[in-house]
Each structure stands twice: as structure tokens, then as C-alpha cells.
């Protein structure tokens, strides 16, 4: 544990609940309400907004209380938000900060109510590699005996360990034949980007010279608004074709609202005949907010459309993602779909990845079933709604190193079979390394919010693919398995 010094007197806790009015906002009203009541009971001398932090006036208020004079700030993700809190009142605090992300409360099938996990680790991401700071999470509900504990601890001084990352792996540049290959095709290849990075995303920067020098892909970008011109250009006739194929493809889309279903065959016809023009090899979507605040459709499945059609997709602008997701299909992984991290079973070591419904249809547990449906929060056409594949699964992320250039994540596990737990594309992956410290590791050491996930074992040819990029690999991998006297 981490230990801060323990005052005499009451621990000054400065408790900021933020959220975000996407979500179900009065359950997480009330979870932030027993967070702090939690506190109160445990002794704490707890000052802060009672309100839901989510607007920027909001963050402004919560800017004026006594940040500074505590002995510790508790940030309660009530529910997801993007970083501008976490740099706005934190970046430039000498005090430690802990956040506090809850369970998913909704029922099995339903969307995500509050998405708190990956709220958290968009936190973590921004804290460490934008102000260098090392925050600290609390996973769990305030009812339950381990955070009750946790707190306990962090009120006397000792605050959750941040796990010790896996030692940096690399490989002998001719461990796998075929890399170099590889590598290779990817220079010359052009990355589409529509609009800027979402507000708040920082995992959705980039830095075009390092994408250029290390892996030789260009990078195109045009704005929403152009796309939006493209949307509108798009003929009748292509878009009543592009819509018969995808309704013979997937006939649940019949039941969208028909000028949605309409709408959404134009978006995905103005994809494809941008990628045809420009020759690009993979894309990265702001989507939205103004695809459904301001054009009236979610591009969830036109995303979908274009991986189904062999063209890596990543939503939110999510450039790195994007350019894992073509160096991974490059070394063979087929398919793969951009997730979040949003729910944490401990005892049975399973994670739960989603996104709210871009992935290629080719993913699903049975493709047949891959309903087309509304977007999980918007309430309008079109995303999938489907379980994904299960079986092995490899999870992967090139995303900055806070010391120099790039650095790449790998993990490794199972996904089993279950229920579409949250609307949009879950899977549930038992991974084969400590999920909890897996998950504590990707907030306190500023990983992002978006991993890869694929469903062919690249991860020899990812490791030398990294060493001949000269980029360091965190690899959370199972413990050597230590020979008995029989086998000595």
C-alpha cells in the first residue's frame, strides 16, 4: 500500500461525483449519494458538490472548493464521463486522488446504466499520461465489505496499491517468420479520419509523425461536416442497393425506423465511396455526437458494413486503435472489434469488453443472429445488438509510453459463453492472468479505455513485430508454471 500521512485530526476528503446525462443519471444520483454517506460514516470530513458533476459550469463549481487543503479527493464515477474533470481539477493537485468506479447495475440484456469502469480508466489514462500523476481505484459498490475496507485504509493513509506492471517484454526480431513481411505491407497505406478527437478523449490523440515514421501509414482527414456533405451526395439508387443488401443480410434492421434504416444505408454508401476514392486501408470515426445530435442516425452499423467488407473501423476517432487493429489483421488475426473495459468479476477472473455495436457481423457468437437494432443511449438506428464469438481471444493496444514514443499491451484469456450482458456487442473473457490486477493496472498506469480484441493468436508475431519497431511490450501473461520433482 501507499501510504500518505495520517493527520490526528478527521481525514479531509473532498468527495466529486461526475457523470454524464447520457446514462441513468438517478441511479448514479444515488450511488454518489451512498458514496459519500459511506465516507461520512467511516469519519471522514467530507466537503464537496452533493451534485452530479457534468457540465462544464459544473466542473467549474467543484473547481472552488478546498482541493488543495485536503488530505485526499475521492473522484465517485458515478457514471462514465470523459477526462475534462479529472485534468481540469487534478493535473495540477499535490493531493492524492482516488477513484471510485461502481458495478453495472442494470439487467442482463439492458444497456450499460452507468458504464463507471470505463469512466475511471478514461480518468486514469488522462492523469498519467497528460499531468503525470498516479491515481488509485476503488472498484465495487458502497455496500460491500472490500470497499468498505479499502476506504478504511485510504482514510488512515493507506491508499490501493497500483499493481506492479509485468516486466517489458520483447522478442529476437526472427522469432516469427512472415513479420517482417508484414510490416511492411502496412507502409504506403493510407488511415481515414473523419472529424476531431471527441472532447475529453485523450486516448483519441495521435501524433502523425511517429504513425508515419514507425509504421508508414498516412493519414487523411476530413471533417464531419464534409462526411455529412458526402452522406447527403449519396444517390438514391446506390442508397436503395447498399439498403437491400444489408436488410437481405440482416432482416431484424426492418424493424429500425424506416428512415433511419434509409439514413444509415447513405452513411454507409458515403464510407465505402470515400474509401474507394482515397484508397484507405482502415477508419477512425468521430461518430458522434454530431452523427446522431446533428445528422439523426448512429453509424454504429454502417461501421459494422465496412469490417463485414474486410475494413478495420474504429468509432470515436480512435486512431492508435485503429492502427492496432490493422497491424493485428496484418499478422493474421482476421477480424477485430474496439472495446471498453466495463464490468470486473473477480472470483470467476472475467472481464467484460463492449462497444455499442459497430462490430462486423462475422464476430457474432452465431452471425445469423446479429440483430440490428437502436443505439443503446441514443434511442435511434442503427448498431448491432449481439453477443460476441467466443473462444480464445487476444487483446492488444499501441498507445503512448509516458517515457518515449509507443508502448503495446497484450493480454490474453477465453471468451465464454453467456448472455448479451449489456446492449450493443459484449464478450466475457476469462482472461488467464489476474483480472483484478489487470484492470487496476489499466487505470493507475494510464492505459486506454479502448483495447483490440481478436479472436487468432498473434501474439508471437505481435511481440516481434513490436521489438523490430523498437517499441516495448507490457504483456499480462499467466506465471510460469513451476515443474514438480518428477518433471526436475
Not at 485530526?9 to 441511479?27: K, L, M, N, Q
Not at 454530431?290 to 480512435?318: K, N
Not at 448491432?384 to 503512448?400: I, K, S, W
Request: net charge negative.
Amino acid at each position: 500500500m501507499t501510504t500518505v500521512p495520517a493527520p490526528s485530526r478527521s481525514t479531509r476528503v473532498v468527495v466529486v461525483p461526475t457523470a454524464r446525462p447520457t446514462f441513468a443519471v438517478d441511479v448514479a444520483a444515488q450511488r454518489a449519494a451512498e458514496a459519500r454517506a459511506l465516507l461520512v460514516e467511516l469519519g471522514a470530513d467530507v466537503s464537496g458538490p452533493t451534485e452530479l458533476v457534468m457540465t462544464p459550469e459544473d466542473v467549474e463549481k467543484a473547481s472552488t472548493y478546498a482541493l488543495s487543503e485536503a488530505d485526499l479527493v475521492v473522484n465517485v464515477c458515478a457514471s462514465f464521463s470523459d477526462a475534462t474533470p479529472a485534468l481540469r481539477l487534478y493535473a495540477d493537485l499535490d493531493v492524492p486522488v482516488l477513484l471510485w468506479s461502481f458495478r453495472e447495475p442494470g439487467p442482463v440484456g439492458d444497456r450499460l446504466w452507468l458504464n463507471s469502469l470505463c469512466g475511471a480508466n478514461l480518468f486514469g489514462h488522462a492523469l498519467v499520461t497528460r499531468a503525470g500523476r498516479a491515481p488509485r481505484l476503488v472498484y465495487g459498490d458502497p455496500g460491500e465489505p472490500q470497499v468498505r475496507a479499502a476506504l478504511e485504509a485510504a482514510l488512515a493513509g493507506r491508499l490501493p496499491d497500483a499493481p506492479a506492471l509485468p516486466t517489458t517484454r520483447g522478442a529476437r526480431s526472427d522469432d516469427e517468420p512472415g513479420v517482417g513481411a508484414a510490416l511492411a505491407s502496412l507502409r504506403g497505406r493510407t488511415l481515414g479520419l473523419v472529424g476531431d478527437a471527441p472532447s475529453g478523449f485523450t486516448p483519441s490523440h495521435y501524433d502523425p509523425d511517429l504513425v508515419e515514421s514507425l509504421f508508414g501509414i498516412r493519414v487523411e482527414e476530413i471533417t464531419v461536416e464534409d462526411m455529412f456533405d458526402r452522406v447527403g451526395a449519396v444517390p438514391d439508387d446506390e442508397a436503395d442497393a447498399e439498403h437491400a443488401d444489408a436488410l437481405a443480410a440482416q432482416p431484424s434492421l426492418g424493424a429500425v425506423d424506416p428512415a433511419q434504416q434509409q439514413l444509415s444505408a447513405c452513411v454507409t454508401t458515403a464510407l465505402r465511396g470515400w474509401q474507394a476514392a482515397a484508397g484507405l486501408s482502415a477508419m477512425a470515426i468521430r461518430c458522434w455526437p454530431e452523427f446522431p445530435g446533428s445528422l439523426g442516425v448512429c453509424p454504429c452499423s454502417s461501421l459494422s458494413r465496412m469490417a463485414d467488407a474486410g475494413t478495420p473501423t474504429a468509432c470515436e476517432r480512435d486512431v492508435y486503435g485503429a492502427i492496432t487493429m490493422t497491424l493485428l489483421e496484418a499478422l493474421g488475426s482476421g477480424s477485430t472489434y474496439l472495446v471498453d473495459t466495463v464490468d470486473l468479476d473477480a472470483a470467476a477472473n472475467v472481464v467484460r469488453l463492449w462497444h455499442c455495436g459497430a462490430a462486423a457481423t462475422s464476430l457474432a457468437a452465431d452471425p445469423s443472429e446479429a440483430t440490428q437494432s437502436v443505439h443503446c443511449n441514443r434511442k435511434i438506428g442503427v448498431a448491432g445488438n449481439f453477443p460476441l464469438r467466443t473462444g480464445p481471444v487476444v487483446m492488444a493496444r499501441l498507445t503512448e509510453d509516458p517515457a518515449r514514443g509507443l508502448r503495446l499491451l497484450i493480454a490474453a484469456g477465453e471468451s465464454v459463453a453467456e448472455p448479451n450482458r449489456f446492449q450493443g456487442n459484449t464478450a466475457a473473457v476469462r482472461l488467464d492472468t489476474p483480472a483484478e490486477d489487470f484492470v487496476r493496472s489499466l487505470v493507475t498506469h494510464g492505459f486506454p479505455h479502448h483495447t483490440v480484441l481478436a479472436w487468432t493468436d498473434v501474439r508471437p508475431a505481435l511481440r516481434t513485430a513490436a521489438d523490430q519497431l523498437g517499441i516495448p511490450v507490457v504483456e499480462f501473461a499467466p506465471a510460469p508454471t513451476q515443474p514438480t520433482e518428477e518433471q526436475s
